[in-house]
């Protein structure tokens, strides 16, 4: 694996992984003349790159960024994606003894792109600590992954084309189940599989690689329970949107998916799978008593009180 140049706060280089700066960051060696140590002397400097606005919201920040390589300007211009996620104080707190998450995605699609499935391609990441060690704010940059949609984009434009048909569902859904499978089989778990954070071809009329994105909680789970939760909640959320139609077309994106995707990777059965599987897609749809008494207090608590709603944000126990 190639090694990356890592920058500390001071300005001085080194290889491999800064542990004791307060702020850092890393480049990957291929990118290195993308973001030159000239004119990115600190990590503060890539939080004002300018780009097109991709998603902006209260703790996350996404660009579209253009840079050249400084020392073969004439390749042209390349396409980045800077994300940035920013800590208020109450979320804060529990980043202590934790990597950060840009850092969690940077190493998972390195990860991911090492055993050949697709994803973003990382470029480099970096994190700002507060005198605590608490992460104060946190990027990634990945390469711009052109020429495509999301699922749920995909899935939304055949439906308004009229094209869309079970053949077209079965394609993508057996190369989900395909690529579940082999990630599951080595306890790899995703857990932001949402339709929107899975690209397609944006071309209807062809089938394509599939490219998984924002994977900021991405992790190797190898104790047995907490890896069949964890395998439920990957096939879960990537259902709960796509039945929510209850179409002839969703039921065949399941069914291809199961067929590609069992044997159960993990040993615990196709019936129990696809058990828990469907309590985490009734859960994503607040179909469950639980869910939707936490969906109605955390609607509550957000117009009522903005400091008791970031409570129960910081002792929330799942994601998203």
């Given at each position: 694996?190639?090694?990356?140049?890592?920058?500390?706060?001071?300005?001085?280089?080194?290889?491999?992984?800064?542990?004791?700066?307060?702020?850092?960051?890393?480049?990957?060696?291929?990118?290195?003349?993308?973001?030159?140590?000239?004119?990115?002397?600190?990590?503060?400097?890539?939080?004002?790159?300018?780009?097109?606005?991709?998603?902006?919201?209260?703790?996350?920040?996404?660009?579209?960024?253009?840079?050249?390589?400084?020392?073969?300007?004439?390749?042209?211009?390349?396409?980045?994606?800077?994300?940035?996620?920013?800590?208020?104080?109450?979320?804060?707190?529990r980043t202590g003894l934790q990597i950060s998450k840009a850092e969690r995605e940077f190493r998972s699609l390195q990860y991911l792109n090492r055993i050949g499935v697709g994803a973003a391609q990382p470029v480099g990441y970096g994190v700002e600590r507060d005198s605590f060690g608490f992460v104060r704010s946190?990027?990634?940059?990945?390469?711009?992954?052109?020429?495509?949609?999301?699922?749920?984009q995909w899935y939304a434009e055949l439906k308004r084309q009229e094209k869309l048909d079970g053949k077209r569902m079965a394609e993508v859904f057996t190369q989900l189940g395909q690529v579940f499978h082999r990630l599951h089989q080595a306890h790899f778990f995703l857990f932001t599989t949402k339709p929107k954070n899975i690209l397609v071809p944006d071309d209807l009329n062809r089938a394509g690689e599939i490219f998984f994105i924002d994977i900021p909680y991405a992790r190797t789970l190898k104790w047995r329970m907490l890896a069949r939760w964890a395998q439920a909640r990957d096939i879960g959320v990537l259902f709960g949107n796509v039945t929510a139609s209850q179409s002839d077309t969703a039921d065949t994106a399941i069914e291809s998916f199961y067929r590609a995707y069992l044997p159960d990777p993990l040993g615990f059965g196709s019936k129990a799978v696809k058990r828990y599987a469907l309590r985490q897609m009734q859960a994503k749809q607040n179909r469950t008593l639980i869910s939707r008494w936490v969906h109605d207090i955390k609607r509550w608590l957000a117009g009522k009180s903005t400091r008791i709603a970031a409570f129960l944000i910081l002792t929330e126990i799942t994601y998203g």
């Open positions: 694996m190639k090694k990356l140049s890592v920058h500390l706060s001071d300005g001085s280089t080194a290889f491999g992984l800064a542990t004791s700066s307060r702020s850092r960051y890393e480049i990957a060696e291929a990118f290195a003349s993308y973001f030159p140590l000239a004119e990115f002397p600190h990590y503060g400097v890539f939080l004002s790159i300018l780009g097109s606005s991709l998603k902006r919201e209260r703790r996350t920040i996404v660009t579209n960024i253009q840079r050249s390589p400084q020392s073969s300007p004439g390749d042209g211009v390349s396409s980045f994606v800077l994300k940035v996620y920013k800590y208020p104080f109450f979320q804060r707190i946190c990027f990634i940059i990945t390469r711009f992954i052109d020429d495509s949609i999301n699922l749920s």
